[in-house]
């Protein structure tokens, strides 16, 4: 069993920064591939801000150039670091892992930029 803690996120203004971390806990014998992050906004699909993979890092169109992932492999962490935040980019984030070839998901976290 893989539980994902996602950490971080809350309320700012337009243009400021937020950090978000996820930590993989339990039974975690191998290291995970792949880890990111997802958002979902009210009335949205849940679609992907930026994730890491073994041999690559993905970011959505609408973040790249403001949002940074970084992982830490021998921790299974991963953060956000969020800058310029704009009102589009409230939503709840999900941190995501793959392991083994199955999907684990996080509670989420609340981003919330509004002035």
């Known amino acids: 069993q893989v539980l994902l803690v996602e950490s971080g996120g809350g309320l700012v203004q337009p243009g400021g920064s937020l950090r978000i971390s996820c930590e993989a806990t339990g039974n975690i014998l191998l290291t995970i591939a792949t880890m990111g992050w997802y958002r979902q906004a009210p009335g949205k699909q849940r679609e992907l801000v930026a994730e890491?993979?073994?041999?690559?890092?993905n970011y959505a169109d609408a973040v790249r150039g403001r949002f940074t992932i970084s992982r830490d492999r021998g921790e299974n962490m991963v953060d956000l670091q969020m800058n310029n935040l704009k009102p589009e980019d409230t939503a709840t984030y999900y941190c995501h892992a793959v392991l083994s070839g199955q999907d684990y998901w996080g509670k989420g976290t609340q981003v919330t930029v509004s002035s």
């Open positions: 890491t993979t073994a041999r690559r890092i």
